[in-house]
């Protein structure tokens, strides 16, 4: 499957912002869908991850109350909904297909669980 993230941009502090990856291929729903960012200096590290058919998510803590996750497996695609954003937010986000992940949250925080990745959107909030 091949992953195509888009949406990032320029946003003050507090504002939000709506993150989409398009997905290629007829086994859309068979993955399970991430999200994850790198800012600069530092690790990737998880945001948010949606189960296969969309009924359960997990989110980073850093993000829980301010991120919603969904997919629409009609059209291939996951969101990333993002709200009072704050300046340490900033960084490259991407999204992030898994087939065989299972759904339990330390394990869907590790990176190396996802077959395919996006190449990426700059999210950039200012204070």
């Known amino acids: 499957v091949q992953l195509q993230a888009s949406g990032g941009g320029l946003v003050q502090a507090g504002g939000s912002l709506m993150l989409s990856c398009a997905a290629s291929?007829?086994?859309?729903?068979?993955?399970?869908m991430g999200w994850f960012r790198q800012a600069p200096g530092k690790d990737r590290e998880f945001v948010a991850a949606?189960?296969?058919?969309?009924?359960?998510?997990y989110y980073a803590d850093s993000v829980k109350g301010r991120f919603t996750i969904s997919r629409d497996n009609a059209w291939n695609t996951v969101s990333l909904q993002m709200s009072s954003l704050k300046p340490e937010d900033t960084a490259v986000y991407y999204c992030?297909?898994?087939?065989?992940?299972?759904?339990?949250?330390?394990?869907?925080?590790?990176?190396?669980?996802?077959?395919?990745w996006g190449q990426g959107t700059l999210v950039t909030v200012s204070s």
């Open positions: 992030a297909a898994g087939a065989r992940i299972i759904w339990s949250g330390p394990i869907l925080a590790t990176d190396y669980q996802y077959d395919y």
């Open positions: 291929g007829r086994t859309f729903k068979t993955y399970i």
């Open positions: 949606i189960k296969r058919g969309g009924e359960h998510t």
